[in-house]
C-alpha cells in the first residue's frame, strides 16, 4: 500500500489502519489485511504502561517503527511524531520526520494539530516526506483539552476543526484521521477535504477506521472506551494460558519427554 493507492482509496474502499508496535503483531495485522500499520505514540500507554502519550520519545517511535517495518510485508508504516518533536521550529520537525523515515524504515509520517501545524506539514511534504494529519481529540493536548473528551459538539467547535481539516488538507497531507467527534461532523469533513479520512470514535461515515490493536483484541484490560469494538478476549486467553504453564511446572507436568533432549545411544562394539 502506497501514498498514491491510499489516496485513490477515498470513496472507493475503506481504509483499513491498525496500530502495531513490534514485528510479530506486524506480521500477524498484515497478514490479516490491514492496508496501514501505525505506529502509534498510543505505545506509551498499552506498551509503556504510562496514564498519557506525552513521554513517548522520537527513539522510541523509530526503535518500534524499525520492528514494524521488518514484518509488513504489504501494508504501509506510519510513524507517529511524538510530543514536542514538531512544535518547536519546521526545520527541527522535518529532521525529526527524517530520522523516522531514514533509522526507523517509516513510509510516512503522522502529526497531530490543524490550522497552527500547517506550515509544518508543508514543510516536511516538500522534503518529499509522505504527512497523514490528525484533528479533533488531539491525545497530545490531552492536558488543554482538560481529558479524553469528544470533540466538535457545539457549532463553534465544529466550524474550528472543519477548518483544521481543512488547512490540514491543503497543506498537503495525504490523509486525515479524525478522532473523538460526532460521526455526522466526520461526514462533514469527510465531504469537505479531497483526501481519506479515517476515523476513530467518529462514526461509520469516514473513509477508513483505525483501532488500537491492544484494544480490538482485547488485551487491556481495564480499558474500555465507548467506541472499541473487541474482537477477542487474549488478556482473559492469555491468563488462563500462562496458568495452565505454571500449574504444570509445579506439578511437573512440563517438560515431559517430548520436550526433552536425550543423549545421543553410545555405538556397540564389534567383536
Known sequence: MTVPRIRAAKGEAPIVMITAYDATFSR???????????????LGMVVQGADDTLGVTVDDIIYHCRAVSRGAKRAHVVGDMPFLSYHVTPEEALRNAGRMVAEGHAQ??????????????????????????????????????????????????????????TAVADAGAYALVLEGIPGPLAERITEAVSIPTIGIGAGVGCDGQ?????????????????????????????????????????????????????????PRAVG
Open 108 to 165: 510516512s509520517v503522522k502529526l497531530e494539530g490543524g490550522r497552527t501545524v500547517a506550515p509544518v506539514i508543508e514543510r516536511i511534504v516538500g522534503a518529499g516526506i509522505p504527512v497523514m494529519g490528525h484533528v479533533g481529540l488531539t491525545p497530545q493536548s490531552v492536558h488543554a483539552m482538560g481529558g479524553f473528551r469528544v470533540q466538535g459538539k457545539s457549532e463553534e467547535d465544529a466550524e474550528r476543526i472543519l477548518a483544521d481539516a
Open 210 to 266: 483505525v483501532l488500537v490493536c491492544y484494544d480490538l483484541l482485547g488485551l487491556t484490560a481495564d480499558l474500555h472506551p465507548k467506541f472499541v469494538k473487541r474482537y477477542d478476549s487474549l488478556f482473559d486467553r492469555g491468563v488462563a494460558a500462562a496458568k495452565a504453564f505454571c500449574d504444570e511446572v509445579r506439578s511437573r507436568q512440563f517438560p515431559g519427554p517430548e520436550h526433552t533432549f536425550g543423549l545421543a545411544k553410545r
Open 28 to 42: 500477524m495485522l498484515d497478514a490479516a489485511g490491514a492496508d496501514i500499520l501505525l505506529v502509534g505514540d498510543s
